[in-house]
């Protein structure tokens, strides 16, 4: 159904950005760890957005896109007041919550920060100790960083060329911290599918459960398709009915990542036909 955006915030300018989306229906009945799918034009794809944040009250949904292609260059042409042509969800299996009082990392790298940011907030309502840990290229490319930082229990960064924070990867601060804290009940990773993998090949070292939300390709988001499928333990998932989230130790990433690179020769040329359609005009 349309949906209009209300609110439009440019987090990184022409890379990547924020939308408040006027969805009471969805508001109402979402969880950390859902996402939508979202289909801009009558013509367009149907393609997936994790839910950043909600707000029941207002009735509204937060998601945040980085314009990769076609249908993310698109929707970024829309401003406040106009409408999503489809918006369809809470859709996926919401984040499992470990119980009361226990610690939690949760792990975001460029724009799954946003959907970590989620998942982060859900911990800390069920009184659990939550640590973010963040990372991008640099200071300018940190999102959500204050958000975090009014509910987390700690905020760790890390920053490429040491702008903010430590100098390196994510999974930098994450050793330190699993290796001065025993106390660790889980880790969540939410961001590129190489930085999620690194992140379960440390964990796995120290034996923290983690869990990765997966952006695998996704055209119907509800099971139909199979286009979604990932191996996970030697079994195929579906990621929409299944996922996104799934253990890291037992996720196929090298499977993940080809799959991912599939369409890459057909999304430029869409991509190229649609700059210039729109620099003719």
């Known amino acids: 159904m349309p949906t209009k955006i209300l609110e439009k915030e440019k987090l990184i300018p022409g890379k990547t950005s924020k939308l408040v989306l006027d969805a009471p229906h969805i508001a109402k009945t979402a969880k950390p760890g859902h996402f939508v799918m979202l289909r801009v034009h009558e013509s367009g794809e149907r393609f997936p957005l994790t839910i950043a944040d909600t707000d029941a009250e207002n009735g509204t949904i937060t998601i945040v896109y980085l314009v990769m292609g076609k249908s993310t ?4 042409m829309l401003g406040v007041g106009d409408e999503i042509l489809d918006v369809c969800g809470p859709l996926g299996k919401a984040t499992h919550i470990v119980p009361n009082g226990q610690k939690v990392i949760c792990v975001g790298g460029g724009t799954g920060v946003a959907a970590m940011h989620h998942i982060a907030k859900g911990h800390h309502k069920a009184g659990n100790y939550v640590i973010a840990v963040i990372g991008a290229r640099s200071k300018e490319f940190l999102l959500f960083y204050d958000d975090l930082a009014k509910f987390c229990d700690e905020v760790l960064v890390a920053t490429n060329d040491g702008s903010v924070g430590i100098t390196g990867l994510v999974t930098d601060p994450l050793k330190d911290r699993l290796e001065s804290d025993k106390d660790i009940a889980e880790v969540v990773a939410v961001g590129p599918v190489p930085m999620m993998e690194a992140v379960t090949k440390l964990t796995k070292e120290y034996s ?8 695998s390709l996704m055209v119907d988001g ?6 979604c499928r990932v191996t996970v333990g030697g079994e195929m998932k579906f990621t929409c009915v299944e996922g996104p989230e799934f253990d890291g130790h037992l996720v196929d990433f090298e499977e993940l990542k080809i799959r991912l690179s599939s369409f890459r020769g057909e999304e430029k040329v869409s991509m190229d036909k649609h700059q210039c359609k729109c620099g003719a005009h």
């Open 222 to 227: 509800m099971g139909m398709c199979g286009a």
């Open 208 to 215: 923290v459960p983690t869990v990765v939300s997966l952006n």
């Open 73 to 76: 260059a698109m929707l970024e």
